[in-house]
């Protein structure tokens, strides 16, 4: 690691930026007296949607049409049943693919013919989605809380989300345009050489964009870019009718694709994902915050946090026992490990 990505904060391991502000979480746990109190914040989300719950639920409980057409496979389908699946619900290419439960990309792949859909099948272990691919041009990340029993509630963080891609110039192989990115911070040039080998030695026509990764998350090199200055009361009321749409999504991250800020603003928009408790507030991110200003952001929000669950616990949510807590997290972690394993090769 260089001086540069020690010096900056924003690049430094999740648990070693988190470190000092451990204590405040466990005066949480010892305040509400539950190791999982924040189970009750999104009490229809498994695990209060901290790590673990899986799409389906969460789709199953968003307004039709809010989301992409989706269909559910398990890794036991003969994969004819998949095929005649798709046919069934019209399916065409390209499309996507991620695991039911996942978290930060893994396995998430465009798919672009049946051959390619056949070698993931085979490879991938755990029930997926098979998803349209939604081509809207604007990708945004809308951190959102509102209290229980409350009719309005608070937009946070409002993000453009970029992708990872390069630019052709009509010499370069795709290998060597991706030599340019040695210096992103997220940007592992082996893991991509993998996963783009049939392409690495291509050269990309002059103009030509060459998505990289198609998650616009931080961790697979995604860019954040603020937008704090369009909130406003047309935005927070489609939030707010989600919110209550749901009924108990209180606390959480949205990332949503959409033609443009107006169009979201009138309830023209395809969400790809929400993530509940354990979402992380991506606007301390990119906006120029130093460390103690992101760690005001951060404590913030496990605040606000902290208050939606004690509130639903007073209103008959009970926090996870601590037992079962452990032992769903403890699955979840080795889920998680054999995503990330799989990621790298498939």
Known sequence: M?????????????????????????????????????TASNPTLTFGGFEGESKKEMYEQLPKGSYPKSIYISPAMEFPEVLTEMQSNNFTYPLVVKPNVGMMGFLFRKIDNTEELKSYHEKVPVD???????????EVSVFYYRFPGEQKGTITGFLRKELLEVTGDGKSTLG????????????????????????????????EVFRISWVANLSRGGKLIHLSDQKDDALLKIFDELSHYTKHFYYGRYDIKCESIEALKKGNFSILEFNGSGAEPHHVYGSGNNLLQAYNIILHHWKMLYKISALNNKNGIRYWKFLDGLKFLKRAKKHFALLRKLDTSI
């Open 176 to 207: 060597e345009l991706m030599l340019q990115l040695l210096s992103h911070p997220a940007f592992k040039i082996n893991e991509w050489r993998i996963k783009h080998a049939e392409k690495i030695n291509d050269v990309i026509p002059s103009g």
């Open 128 to 138: 997926y989605i098979i998803q349209e691919l939604v081509v809207l041009p604007l």
């Open 2 to 38: 260089n001086l540069k990505n020690i010096l900056n904060w924003e690049r430094w391991h999740y648990h070693v930026k988190y470190i000092p502000l451990y204590p405040a979480w466990i005066w949480y746990c010892l305040r509400s007296g539950s190791w999982w109190f924040f």
